[in-house]
């Protein structure tokens, strides 16, 4: 069952990105921000050299591993964790399989998106 506590976050959050994939500076951006609950982010770089594809958000009590759906153009939050009693390392490890686990599962589709964009007029 998920915590409602942080549910509302992501979302508000995601609809700040812009919809494609975004730089590292972007990320930077974010994990340097002075929001009082974000306590990092860490990009995982995407397909393209550059660009990032997937990140995590780290925030009070969860962590948040925010994907770009290239099918709907737009960002979401593929997996979010309670991060308590986790430390730096941990959370670090456990975000990156998730990550990992979603480059594998969307490989096709982020194909697929990357051919139409070439292709296009």
């Known amino acids: 069952m998920a915590d409602d506590s942080d549910s509302e976050t992501p979302p ?3 609809s700040s990105l812009p919809d494609q ?5 972007i990320v930077k951006q ?3 921000s002075d929001h009082p609950k974000i306590h990092g982010a860490m ?4 397909s393209t050299p550059g660009t ?3 990140f995590l958000l780290n925030m009070e009590e969860a962590t948040h591993v925010l994907v770009f759906d290239s099918s709907e ?3 979401r939050a593929y997996e979010s964790f309670d991060n308590t009693g986790m430390d730096h390392e941990e ?13 594998a599962e969307s490989l096709a589709d982020r194909i697929a998106a990357a051919e139409d ?3 296009g007029p």
């Open 43 to 46: 990009g995982f770089p995407g």
């Open 12 to 14: 508000s959050f995601l």
């Open 30 to 32: 974010i994990d340097e």
């Open 91 to 103: 959370m670090i490890d456990h975000a990156t399989e998730i990550a990992n686990d979603w480059f």
């Open 117 to 119: 964009a070439n292709s």
């Open 52 to 54: 990032i594809e997937a």
């Open 21 to 25: 994939p975004i730089t590292d500076d």
């Open 73 to 75: 153009e737009r960002w």
